[in-house]
Nanobody, 120 residues
Framework: QVQLVESGGGVVQAGGSLRLSCAAS????????MGWYRQAPGKQREWVAG???????NYVDSVKGRFTISRDNAKNTVYLQMNSLKPEDTAVYYC??????????????WGQGTQVTVSS
């Protein structure tokens, strides 16, 4: 079973940047798609970005052009670079590991979450 540990959250002013990291351990990482989700207070968890085992990336419309997901298979780590942050990006961000190399395989593991707060 893959274990995921996020880091990098914090408080930032609007327009600022943060980089989230998600370190994976316990199983093969390079063959799994990875994703980032977020959950704001009183809202449902939403998918933010994903990267397949082949390196293809996808984003929810609200973060396109501002967020970048990447992976370093040598370090078993996936990143989410967040630029031009807005107050509406405030949420707990969760890393997710998929069963296989694409998003259609279902989620196998979740991280514990890291808080991102963007002040106006």
């Amino acid at each position: 079973q893959v274990q995921l540990v996020e880091s990098g959250g914090g408080v930032v002013q609007a327009g600022g940047s943060l980089r989230l990291s998600c370190a994976a351990s316990g199983a093969i990482f390079s063959g799994n798609a990875m994703g980032w989700y977020r959950q704001a207070p009183g809202k449902q968890r939403e998918w933010v970005a994903g990267i397949t085992s082949g390196g293809s990336t996808n984003y929810v419309d609200s973060v396109k052009g501002r967020f970048t997901i990447s992976r370093d298979n040598a370090k078993n780590t996936v990143y989410l670079q967040m630029n031009s942050l807005k107050p509406e990006d405030t949420a707990v961000y969760y890393c997710a590991g998929y069963v296989g190399g694409t998003y259609y395989s279902g989620i196998a593991s979740w991280g514990q979450g890291t808080q991102v707060t963007v002040s106006s």
